[in-house]
């Protein structure tokens, strides 16, 4: 019997909704009435998380459209469903429906950079540094 749930946690003031285990019927119900209760709350910037999740059925018709429609509910308040998946899921989506309501991410920090107007690096050299305090 495989295990379905959600968490939910804040990153950076912004909810962000995990999904964990396999995605079904269970989870399509739980994930829609999770993102009903923020917005009754006043969120209206919100993050899905499902690159942990396990056998994610990406090119599922049904997943899809009800992920949309919960992308349609937060656009109507003026807001935004960021959806954090890997790489090639987010590939494989994309190249299946070339509009979309959703915003797409590779991490839960691009997603929160995207949404608080901050700029990501995304590559080149990092440098390490150490703070020494004076005397």
């Known amino acids: 019997m495989a295990s379905t749930g959600l968490a939910l946690h804040l990153h950076s ?3 962000v909704v995990d ?3 396999e995605w079904d019927e269970t989870t399509d119900g739980l994930l829609a009435e999770t993102i009903r209760c923020l917005e ?3 969120h209206f910037e919100i993050i899905v998380n499902i690159s942990r999740a396990a056998r ?3 090119l599922d018709r049904s997943r899809l459209e009800a992920l949309e429609r919960l992308a349609a509910s937060v656009r109507a308040h003026c807001g935004h ?3 954090v998946a890997q790489g090639e ?3 494989a989506y994309l190249r299946r429906k070339a509009q ?3 915003r797409w991410a590779t991490s839960e920090e691009q997603a929160i950079c995207r949404i608080k107007g901050i700029p990501m690096m995304t590559g080149g050299c ?3 540094a150490r703070l020494i305090a004076g005397s």
């Open 13 to 15: 003031g912004i909810p």
């Open 40 to 42: 009754r709350a006043g």
């Open 126 to 128: 990092k440098v390490p």
């Open 100 to 102: 979309s309501l959703m």
């Open 81 to 83: 469903l960021d959806v």
């Open 56 to 58: 994610i059925p990406l």
């Open 19 to 21: 999904l964990e285990g």
């Open 89 to 91: 899921q987010i590939e």
